[in-house]
């Protein structure tokens, strides 16, 4: 079976951690940096109800320019995919905060790892090929209903809470969000 025809159980929670994370690197952040916003950006929206429409999303530039005018320990916000993640610029780069502590890129690489598996590579590439299937500000706008539509079903309200679903990779082309 093809890649792209595969069909995985997991839960929500780590795809949106791994796809927030390939939508943050498109924008403009490095692997790391992306890496602890996916992660950050997973846990606010567990939390929340719903989308909010029509929130200020970071651009390349936006992110470069707040970047380079960030000292070390400075906190800012970024926003990603509807959310407002706050961030602290470090001697590594930026990295998201959650409850008060820095997340680590290797704490995320390793929950990713043990959530996909062997699984990882391939819905990372799948991911990676469908963000830039756009211009970055389409992407920027787009990213939170895109992952709507191909994320795990699970059943609704707190039956689905921490389930697994089906994640259909065939729902990632490209040619099929047509």
Known sequence: MSSSHRKIMINRAPVLTLWATVVAERLGL????????????????????GVRLGIFEPT???????????????????HLMGRSIPTVHTKDGLR?????????????????????????????????????????????????????AFRPDVKAGTAGWGAEGELDLAKLAPAARS
Request: aromatic share 4%; no cysteine.
């Open 30 to 49: 490095d692997h790391d940096e992306a890496l602890t916003m996916g992660k950050a950006l997973s846990g606010l929206t567990a939390h929340a109800k």
């Open 60 to 78: 390349p530039e936006t992110v470069s320019d707040q970047r380079k005018a960030l000292q070390d320990g400075d906190e800012i916000h970024l």
């Open 96 to 148: 998201a905060v959650r409850q008060g502590k820095l997340i680590t890129p290797a704490s995320v690489n390793r929950y990713l790892a043990g959530k996909f598996g062997d699984d990882l590579e391939d819905v990372r590439q799948a991911m990676t090929v469908l963000a830039h299937s756009l211009p970055p500000a389409d992407l920027a706008r787009q990213a939170f209903r895109m992952y709507e």
